[in-house]
């Protein structure tokens, strides 16, 4: 049904007041209003993740991505024309970035659609549009594209926004902006290291244009989802192999620990970012080495360390204590798992799978035996995530979830569409829902048995999410981008109500800690609490 009916188009999105152009756009041919003209159109369906990040989006941009880099570069560098080119090149490259999302009568009904330029002048338009020139601090920027209207939509899967600051001549500001659909941290990150050697090289517009007409020339399909990419179950019974696997790992997912959220204000999403300089980051590191761990296992331990020592002292309270232990999620790059044909196609795509991380909600009260839980939690983080990302069965695994959250995200945006229509008439929610629960099953009907009752499923609650971009030094190439000189970088997503995720990465040797999350979602001062606890164990256990 959801193939063979799609909406007409609709007419391009209007760029919200915030995002005005320094100067007056260049004046090209118009070529949006040419409705004569047969494009050629590249479709497909959108894969179980990305459906399921899309619908949750529909109403206010929950999960829109944004990855913002500071930047020192001389001012001839960063002109309209040279910006316009390089994106237009990306969009050519990356056609998930210039797709728009048609979607159907039924909410499961959604596919991207990619109408391919015809000529340099009219990619060049078309990227144009798709992208601002601005005088703008980074608070600013981050402020209003988390918290303002959004700036993305079905219409417009991706948005590059260059900003000068204004308190410094050569210091600048870029975000990349991308529906969580197309995407994820990592093609982020790759597609802006692609922007900023173009950037930093220099040279004439017509070396650019050129630039744009051999990417115009090469045959570019849309990336597969990650679910075709993926190898497919070999036969009936590896999938039921696949499925007793998830069943069992479901029933080992145990966490009973949440942070005290508070309901009725308005989402105001904060960014804390905090980094180490060099000489600091290289003794954490060692540290870590010394003890066997990644920075990443240590910073699950730190943040398992944070929360039981506030849950000893009384600052938060937990339904039955410290007996529950802390589960945090992350997730997975599943990259590596896809097929041979991947490596020809688009890595600007949805590529990952989650797993979740257990650990005890107890501390001992003396602190050389802190010290030791601390190390010991660390070899455990690394424990679960060698055995998850080792497991015979994470294909299988990445499949099944990635059809688990599909359904449930089909159900919920079926559920709000209803909700949304007898409110307003219109079939998108007006608002995300603040907390997503299980919808519930159809009764079944059970024999009297003489079995005794079934126990109570223990909780599997997560106490926050992480994501771990270990060293991003690897993918920006530095010494490559001329005379521009990165100086920072921030990354995350706009959030439903009460959400929260910590970012950890090294970047121009430094480790970064950048905390995201909804400011009047939790009890006044409890996150705050738990933000400088952690700081505070990056002083006190690291050694730093």
């Given at each position: 049904?959801?193939?063979?009916?799609?909406?007409?188009?609709?007419p391009?999105?209007?760029?919200?007041?915030?995002?005005?152009?320094?100067?007056?756009?260049?004046?090209y041919?118009?070529i949006?209003?040419?409705?004569?003209?047969?494009?050629?159109?590249?479709?497909?369906?959108l894969?179980?993740?990305e459906?399921?990040?899309y619908?949750?989006s529909?109403a206010?941009?929950?999960?829109?991505m944004?990855l913002?880099?500071?930047?020192?570069?001389p001012?001839?560098?960063?002109?309209?024309?040279?910006v316009?080119?390089?994106?237009?090149?990306?969009?050519?490259?990356?056609?998930?970035?210039a797709?728009?999302?048609?979607?159907?009568?039924?909410?499961?009904?959604?596919?991207f659609e990619?109408?391919?330029?015809?000529?340099?002048?009219?990619?060049?338009?078309?990227?144009?549009?798709?992208?601002?020139?601005?005088?703008?601090?980074?608070?600013?920027?981050?402020s209003?594209?988390?918290?303002?209207?959004r700036?993305?939509?079905?219409?417009?899967?991706?948005?590059?926004?260059i900003?000068?600051?204004?308190?410094?001549?050569?210091?600048?500001?870029l975000?990349?902006?991308?529906?969580?659909c197309?995407?994820?941290?990592?093609?982020?990150?790759?597609c802006?290291?692609?922007?900023?050697?173009?950037?930093?090289?220099?040279?004439?517009?017509?070396?650019?244009?050129?630039?744009?007409?051999?990417?115009l020339?090469?045959?570019?399909?849309?990336?597969?989802?990650?679910?075709a990419a993926?190898?497919?179950?070999?036969?009936?019974?590896g999938?039921?192999i696949?499925m007793?696997?998830?069943?069992?790992?479901?029933?080992?997912?145990?966490?009973?620990?949440?942070?005290?959220?508070?309901?009725?204000?308005?989402?105001?999403?904060?960014?804390?970012?905090v980094?180490?300089?060099?000489?600091?980051?290289?003794?954490i590191?060692?540290?870590?080495?010394?003890?066997?761990?990644?920075?990443?296992?240590?910073?699950?331990?730190?943040?398992?360390i944070?929360?039981?020592?506030?849950?000893?002292?009384?600052?938060?309270?937990?339904?039955?204590?410290?007996?529950?232990?802390?589960?945090?999620?992350?997730a997975?790059?599943?990259?590596?798992w896809?097929?041979?044909?991947?490596?020809e196609?688009?890595?600007?795509r949805?590529?990952?799978?989650?797993?979740n991380?257990?650990?005890?909600?107890f501390?001992p009260?003396?602190?050389?035996?802190?010290?030791?839980?601390?190390?010991?939690?660390?070899?455990?983080?690394?424990?679960?995530?060698?055995?998850?990302?080792?497991?015979?069965?994470?294909?299988?695994?990445?499949?099944i979830?990635?059809?688990?959250?599909?359904?449930?995200a089909?159900?919920?945006?079926?559920?709000?569409d209803?909700?949304?229509?007898?409110?307003?008439?219109?079939?998108?929610?007006?608002?995300?829902?603040?907390?997503?629960?299980?919808?519930?099953?159809?009764s079944?009907?059970?024999?009297?048995?003489?079995?005794?009752?079934?126990?109570?499923?223990?909780?599997?609650?997560?106490?926050?999410?992480?994501?771990?971009?270990?060293?991003?030094?690897?993918?920006?190439?530095?010494?490559s981008?001329?005379?521009?000189?990165?100086?920072?970088?921030?990354?995350?997503?706009r959030?439903?109500?009460?959400?929260?995720?910590l970012f950890?990465?090294?970047?121009?040797?430094?480790?970064?800690?950048?905390?995201?999350?909804?400011?009047?979602?939790?009890?006044?001062?409890?996150?705050?609490?738990f933000?400088?606890?952690?700081?505070?164990?990056?002083?006190?256990?690291?050694?730093?």
């Open positions: 049904m959801c193939s063979s009916y799609f909406s007409s188009l609709v391009t999105m209007t760029t919200t007041s915030l995002f005005l152009p320094l100067t007056p756009p260049q004046a041919a118009s949006t209003d040419d409705h004569g003209l047969e494009r050629p159109t590249l479709t497909r369906q894969g179980c993740n459906l399921s990040y619908l949750p529909r206010d941009g929950v999960n829109d944004y913002h880099l500071g930047f020192h570069a001012s001839e560098l960063i002109t309209p024309p040279r316009h080119a390089i994106w237009a090149t990306q969009r050519l490259k990356h056609p998930l970035l797709s728009r999302i048609e979607t159907g009568p039924d909410a499961s009904c959604a596919r990619y109408v391919v330029p015809e000529t340099v002048e009219e990619a060049i338009q078309l990227a144009a549009e798709e992208l601002s020139m601005i005088s703008s601090s980074k608070d600013d920027l981050l209003n594209y988390l918290n303002g209207p700036l993305l939509s079905a219409m417009r899967t991706s948005f590059l926004i900003a000068r600051d204004p308190e410094h001549d050569h210091q600048w500001h975000m990349l902006c991308a529906m969580h197309i995407g994820d941290g990592m093609a982020l990150h790759t802006a290291n692609e922007m900023l050697l173009l950037l930093g090289v220099g040279g004439e517009m017509d070396a650019l244009r050129q630039l744009v007409a051999s990417q020339d090469k045959i570019i399909d849309l990336p597969r989802s990650m679910e993926l190898p497919a179950f070999s036969n009936k019974f999938r039921a696949a007793v696997d998830d069943k069992l790992l479901v029933a080992k997912q145990i966490g009973g620990q949440a942070f005290p959220k508070t309901k009725g204000l308005d989402r105001k999403t904060v960014v804390p970012t980094s180490f300089d060099e000489d600091r980051t290289k003794r590191l060692s540290h870590c080495k010394a003890n066997g761990v990644s920075v990443s296992s240590a910073i699950f331990a730190l943040c398992n944070a929360w039981a020592r506030m849950l000893a002292r009384g600052s938060v309270s937990a339904e039955m204590g410290a007996k529950l232990p802390i589960l945090m999620y992350t997975l790059n599943t990259r590596p896809l097929d041979q044909a991947s490596k196609e688009s890595f600007f949805l590529n990952i799978g989650y797993f991380v257990i650990l005890p909600s501390v009260s003396d602190s050389a035996s802190v010290h030791q839980i601390f190390w010991h939690r660390a070899r455990l983080v690394r424990e679960q995530s060698s055995s998850a990302v080792k497991s015979p069965f994470i294909v299988a695994r990445t499949q979830t990635a059809h688990k959250r599909e359904e449930q089909i159900k919920w945006a079926k559920i709000d209803e909700e949304a229509a007898k409110r307003t008439g219109l079939l998108t929610p007006v608002l995300t829902p603040v907390k997503e629960h299980q919808p519930a099953l159809p079944v009907h059970v024999q009297t048995s003489t079995a005794p009752p079934a126990l109570k499923p223990a909780p599997s609650t997560a106490l926050m999410g992480l994501s771990l971009l270990g060293n991003l030094d690897g993918i920006y190439k530095h010494a981008y001329g005379a521009i000189k990165l100086t920072e970088l921030t990354t995350g997503s959030q439903r109500a009460g959400a929260m995720l950890s990465y090294t970047f121009v040797g430094k480790l970064w800690l950048c905390f995201g999350y909804d400011e009047n979602g939790f009890e006044r001062g409890v996150v705050e609490e933000w400088n606890e952690l700081l505070h164990g990056v002083d006190e256990i690291l050694g730093a």
